[in-house]
């Protein structure tokens, strides 16, 4: 009967474990509905703004706004690594921080790389071999646009004092709540469109091109980190989601086949307890 104690224990326990994945799944699914409406409607602002950015960066003199567009000998880089503050997502964050690893040792094994981290599990796990120059956890307390400008502005400051000749942004970008793709995408400088300067269209600039281009940059990169967080975003909830559904039917799966179990060693026992009755009265009728 000890065994079937042990037994039972076990099925209260998953069956506890159960409870928490289901709830954590259904937490996961109201918040990526949210999650995923907001990166749906910017996504098609930032993406034609960016556009529009390269467009007009191709055609830069080089003192009008060329700061962010200019490109340099790179030697130093600092790539910005966006993760989650919390883990039960799957391979979520390991993904991203394999592929900056990956990135740092294939592309820029002979330069000088730091990061910046947006997300405690990439920090806690990079800044151990890494140099990390800062971390931004709080990020994900108050998600807006304001907040995501104070870090661009920061990435800006150093880009253009000469700190890093090239920042690159490491994120998963939300595809299906099934589905994250790692991406690593070009920050700075900006990278004009293949074949933009060869393109004539005729833009009437009010007020002027300069006063435009100087307004629409830091606007355009800002919106840019906005986008990628809200993607990881969006992507950490799906991922999240999907790792605790597979997670609650694993838990059903092993609690179907210790009941199976409990019954059988149950009815084993009934069955051994029958036959020691029953051999006890042949015992005493012999």
Same mark, same amino acid.
């Given at each position: ?62 003192? =009008? ?14 790539? =910005? ?50 140099? =990390? ?65 060869? =393109? ?87």
């Amino acid at each position: 009967m000890a065994n079937l104690k042990e037994i039972r224990n076990r099925i209260t326990s998953i069956g506890s474990t159960m409870q928490i994945t289901s709830a954590m799944k259904m937490v996961s699914a109201a918040k990526l509905k949210k999650a995923q409406d907001a990166i749906t409607q910017m996504r098609p602002y930032a993406n034609k703004l960016t556009e529009l950015l390269q467009s007009l960066s191709a055609t830069l003199d080089g003192d =009008v706004g060329g700061v962010y567009s200019e490109q340099r000998p790179v030697s130093k880089i600092l790539l =910005v690594v966006i993760t989650s503050n919390r883990g039960l997502c799957g391979g979520f964050n390991s993904s991203i921080i394999k592929a900056s690893v990956k990135q740092i040792k294939n592309n820029y094994s002979s330069k000088q790389v730091d990061l910046l981290t947006i997300g405690k599990k990439g920090n806690d796990l990079l800044s151990k071999n890494y140099n =990390v120059i800062k971390n931004h956890n709080e990020i994900y307390d108050d998600l807006t646009f304001d907040n995501t400008a104070l870090i661009a502005e920061e990435i800006m400051s150093l880009f253009a004092e000469g700190t890093y000749d090239k920042v690159e942004l490491v994120y998963n970008r939300f595809k299906n709540a099934a589905t994250q793709i790692e991406t690593i995408e070009q920050f700075l400088p900006i990278a004009p469109i293949d074949g933009a300067a060869n =393109v004539n269209v005729d833009y009437i600039f009010e007020p002027s091109k300069p006063e435009i281009v100087l307004e629409l940059i830091p606007k355009s990169l800002k919106t840019q980190l906005y986008k990628a967080i809200r993607d990881s975003f969006a992507s950490e909830h799906g991922a999240r989601m999907t790792a605790m559904h597979k997670a609650t039917d694993n838990a059903t799966d092993l609690r179907n086949d210790l009941l199976l179990t409990y019954n059988k060693a149950r009815q084993a026992a009934i069955t051994n307890e029958i036959l020691e009755i029953v051999g006890g009265a042949e015992a005493l009728n012999n």
